[in-house]
């Protein structure tokens, strides 16, 4: 079954480009052929990506019968404009999500006692934010102060300097304290992590206190989101998370579906998801 392409308005949220507006959300839908109430999976492409780069993932997920949706981060999608707000706040990503699965409630017959959700590089941030996650507001507010460096963003490399070109110290201080708060959404009951990012950037006792099954994979040749701060950060600090690497010499966008795959990672780590969702939802 090929994806419906659906935009949808998140009234409650302004453009960043043109603020008179609301949100705009492409999302990509896979409907499931079940007659009875579907299981989901909804995913969160990585930094400056989009929906489709996980379609080698949707594809299988939704053979096995879920409805599987994903979002296109606006500011942060090449189907979008690059916006510095789309890279650094962070926090609504997880508020793009949630806004989507409020849709499949009411549009979709879906199971809402069995809902995932799956994400590369940010995205992988993003689920564990719907899981409980929470970044460490020093560490942000530090981070676009100017007064520690941030993760290396090829996408945008003056992200921060951009920025500070857009807010006063007092508007990112107040964002970032509003981004620190809870963006749990108790609807994901369990959640695949590809290849995270910003592990350094979340406080350790949120990741302790998800109780919800986590499956990490990852590349030892990352090193856009080096394993030691990401991937191990989020595997080693979570309770019910498990995971391995998928070798040393996997890099980091092997996970994106346009890219050379000649190990076969992208087939392997599909299956295995089928089956963690199939157990776990």
Same mark, same amino acid.
């Given at each position: 079954?090929?994806?419906?392409?659906?935009?949808?308005?998140? +009234?409650?949220?302004?453009?960043?480009?043109?603020?008179?507006?609301?949100?705009?959300?492409?999302?990509?839908?896979?409907?499931?052929?079940?007659?009875?109430?579907?299981?989901?999976?909804?995913?969160? +492409?990585?930094?400056?990506?989009?929906?489709?780069?996980?379609?080698?993932?949707?594809?299988?997920?939704?053979?096995?019968?879920?409805?599987?949706?994903?979002?296109? +981060?606006?500011?942060?999608?090449?189907?979008?404009?690059?916006?510095?707000?789309?890279?650094?706040?962070?926090?609504?990503?997880?508020?793009?999500?949630?806004?989507?699965?409020?849709?499949l409630v009411a549009e979709h017959n879906?199971?809402?006692?069995?809902?995932?959700? *799956?994400?590369?590089?940010?995205?992988?941030?993003?689920?564990?934010?719907?899981?409980?996650?929470?970044?460490?507001? +020093?560490?942000?507010?530090?981070?676009?102060?100017?007064?520690?460096? *941030?993760?290396?963003?090829?996408?945008?490399?003056?992200?921060?300097?951009? !920025?500070?070109?857009?807010?006063?110290?007092?508007?990112?201080?107040?964002?970032?304290e509003t981004g620190a708060g809870s963006?749990?959404?108790?609807?994901?009951?369990?959640?695949?992590?590809?290849?995270? *990012?910003?592990?350094? !950037?979340?406080?350790?006792?949120? !990741?302790?206190?998800?109780?919800?099954?986590?499956?990490?994979?990852?590349?030892?040749?990352?090193?856009?989101?080096?394993?030691?701060?990401?991937?191990?950060?989020?595997?080693?600090?979570?309770?019910?998370?498990?995971?391995?690497?998928?070798?040393?010499?996997?890099?980091?966008?092997?996970?994106?579906?346009?890219?050379?795959?000649?190990?076969?990672?992208?087939?392997?780590?599909?299956?295995?998801?089928?089956?963690?969702?199939?157990?776990?939802l």
């Amino acid at each position: 079954m090929n994806p419906e392409t659906t935009h949808l308005l998140d +009234h409650s949220r302004s453009s960043w480009s043109v603020p008179t507006e609301p949100r705009l959300l492409r999302t990509r839908i896979w409907s499931s052929s079940r007659s009875t109430p579907a299981p989901v999976v909804v995913l969160s +492409h990585g930094t400056g990506g989009a929906g489709e780069d996980l379609d080698w993932l949707a594809k299988p997920l939704n053979d096995a019968g879920f409805l599987v949706a994903s979002v296109d +981060h606006p500011g942060n999608s090449y189907n979008d404009e690059y916006l510095p707000e789309g890279f650094a706040f962070a926090w609504e990503r997880a508020r793009d999500i949630t806004f989507l699965i409020d849709h499949l409630v009411a549009e979709h017959n879906i199971d809402i006692t069995r809902v995932g959700a *799956a994400g590369f590089s940010f995205g992988g941030y993003t689920v564990t934010a719907l899981l409980g996650g929470k970044i460490d507001v +020093h560490l942000m507010e530090a981070m676009f102060h100017g007064q520690i460096p *941030a993760p290396d963003v090829p996408e945008f490399p003056d992200l921060i300097k951009t !920025l500070r070109s857009k807010y006063s110290d007092a508007e990112l201080t107040s964002l970032a304290e509003t981004g620190a708060g809870s963006l749990t959404d108790a609807r994901v009951r369990a959640g695949i992590l590809l290849a995270p *990012a910003i592990g350094k !950037l979340l406080i350790s006792e949120s !990741l302790s206190q998800i109780s919800a099954p986590v499956l990490v994979r990852w590349g030892d040749a990352d090193d856009n989101t080096p394993p030691d701060d990401n991937a191990l950060v989020y595997r080693d600090s979570m309770p019910q998370a498990r995971g391995e690497s998928l070798g040393r010499d996997i890099g980091h966008y092997v996970f994106l579906g346009d890219r050379h795959d000649p190990s076969g990672i992208r087939p392997e780590v599909a299956d295995e998801a089928v089956k963690f969702f199939t157990s776990y939802l």
